[in-house]
């Protein structure tokens, strides 16, 4: 692994802040390089758990950064004091904001019917002078390889410098990862629920929550029905392994990996 990825139960984390990642991305656009970001939160880990796949893709991000201060916390307790939180929503709007100043273009794939319109008129207007070339809400069931097809030459012809992927964890995971080097952009980056909450369809959590590590809890009361099954999966899982990492930690011991991470 590398000396600035935190081995997170396996997976590893760049060990980043968020002006280390703008950095990364202005430099990809200028070079005209192509990659993917994970933005990574405990979710996340938890899936790759168990998705050998999965955790593949992780391997081969340009960066996986971390979301959620979870995941910050572990890797500066594992050695990466500089390691700060880049959440995906303050991500896309420090991004959209140094968009308007260079003329990046922007790509929205993702979200529910009608969000990822949402989200370019309300950064249009809050952001006057940002380009925002093309939205592409692809349907709920796995597309045809036709529609696929479509989707990617769309995307190209609208030639972006970034495009903003919000179809969540691991789908959005699984997706970058195939159309890597179809697909003629700089740089992909996986944002989630950052769709719903920059467009105002859903309520952005406070700041004090999300310096906490206890976002996930806020998220849970405010959508109880759809978020009740994952949280009550992922939650105790982290902990519990997270705990069992920072014990081998102490004892300088590495947490076991599966294959060698990059």
């Not at 319109?117 to 692809?138: C, F, H, I, N, S």
């Not at 990617?152 to 970058?176: H, R, Y």
Request: with cysteine; aromatic share 10%; glycine share 8%.
């Amino acid at each position: 692994m590398s000396e600035m990825r935190a081995n997170i139960l396996g997976v590893g984390v760049d060990a980043v802040t968020m002006d280390d990642v703008i950095a990364h991305i202005t430099r990809w656009i200028a070079e005209n390089q192509s990659g993917f970001i994970c933005v990574t939160s405990a979710h996340g880990i938890i899936e790759c758990q168990g998705d050998p796949h999965l955790r593949a893709i992780h391997d081969r991000a340009a960066l996986v950064v971390p979301d959620g201060m979870p995941i910050v916390l572990m890797a500066r307790w594992l050695g990466h004091p500089q390691t700060t939180q880049v959440y995906g929503p303050a991500l896309m709007q420090r991004l959209s904001e140094l968009s308007v100043e260079r003329g990046y273009r922007q790509f929205y794939y993702g979200g529910a019917p009608g969000v990822a319109d949402a989200l370019r008129e309300r950064l249009m207007r809050t952001l006057p002078g940002l380009k925002v070339v093309g939205t592409l809400t692809p349907p709920f069931r796995p597309m045809t390889r036709d529609e696929d097809a479509a989707a990617v030459k769309l995307i190209n012809a609208c030639q972006p410098d970034i495009l903003w992927v919000g179809l969540s964890t691991p789908k959005q995971e699984f997706w970058m990862d195939a159309h890597l080097g179809r697909l003629e952009v700089p740089v992909m980056i996986g944002v989630g629920a950052a769709f719903d909450f920059l467009s105002g369809t859903k309520p952005l959590p406070p700041a004090w929550i999300r310096r906490t590590p206890l976002q996930w809890l806020w998220r849970l009361a405010s959508e109880p029905r759809r978020l009740w099954r994952r949280y009550i999966r992922i939650v105790p899982s982290f902990l519990w392994k997270a705990g069992l990492q920072l014990v081998y930690a102490r004892w300088g011991a590495r947490w076991p990996a599966r294959k060698p991470l990059r």
